[in-house]
């Protein structure tokens, strides 16, 4: 089955410093799709990128960069001049199936943003 | 808006009691999922559904129901059975497979309803 990790819990960083987020993921199928969501202090999980396992093609969005590496089975996540609004629990998720039904999510990483 | 809508925000519950959570989304979606979420973890799936009057056990289905009479609504029902059901429960949907977008797997959330059982 597969599994995702993000083993960095909590990470606390001064407003405008870069920070990055890590995450590994484990699958033996060679098609797949990789998530980022955001969860603020409303709970609300936010969805920020969607990859999947043919497209390695990194993305930059504003300030918000994604970093996936087949090799290392990697989809980390960099946040540029970080911001308090930035401040909220980060999940990498993973799913095989097309339609989203087994989505796993990794244990999330509580990022801290200090002004 | 189009939007999930879960309610209510906070519930609390005797021990021993059921209890049912509710799932709206106005967004035509077919799929609808439910998620638990307990502190410093990550989300783990209770219960989907793919399409009306079907739905599929995720990995933590026991203790929990659920039902899909119609596509806008997914209610989950916590019962007695749940033996720690006090929880962050989260409600997503998604387009799904029945229609051909290329974004039909990107899970949009509720905004979650957090239960106590005292």
């Known amino acids: 089955a597969q599994k995702v990790t993000q083993a960095q819990t909590e990470i606390s960083v001064v407003e405008k410093e870069d920070v990055t987020l890590d995450c590994v993921y484990e699958?033996?199928?060679?098609?797949?799709?990789l998530f980022w969501y955001k969860q603020p202090p409303s709970g609300e999980l936010v969805f920020l990128i969607r990859?999947?396992?043919?497209?390695?093609q990194n993305e930059i969005s504003g300030r918000y960069s994604w970093n996936f590496q087949k090799s290392t089975s990697s989809f980390n996540f960099t946040i540029t001049a970080s911001q308090v609004v930035d401040s909220a629990v980060y999940f990498c998720?993973?799913?095989?199936?097309?339609?989203?039904?087994?989505?796993?999510f990794g244990a999330g990483t509580r990022l801290t943003v200090k002004p | 808006d189009g939007g999930i809508t879960q309610s209510p925000k906070y519930l609390f519950r005797k021990e021993g009691q059921n209890v049912t959570l509710s799932c709206e989304q106005n967004l035509n979606h077919d799929a609808m999922y439910w998620y638990r979420q307990d502190p410093g973890q990550g989300l783990r799936l209770i219960y989907y559904s793919q399409i009306v009057n079907d739905f599929q056990k995720g990995d933590i289905a026991e203790g929990y129901s659920v039902s899909r009479e119609k596509k806008e609504s997914f209610p989950l029902t916590v019962t007695s059975a749940q033996k720690n059901p006090t929880a962050f429960y989260l409600c997503?949907?998604?387009?799904?497979?029945?229609?051909?977008?290329?974004?039909?797997?990107?899970?949009?959330f509720g905004p979650g309803t957090r239960l106590t059982v005292l």
């Open positions: 998720a993973l799913t095989l199936d097309e339609a989203g039904s087994d989505m796993r």
């Open positions: 997503a949907s998604s387009i799904g497979g029945s229609q051909s977008v290329d974004t039909y797997n990107e899970q949009f």
């Open positions: 699958t033996r199928d060679t098609t797949y799709y």
């Open positions: 990859r999947n396992s043919f497209d390695e």
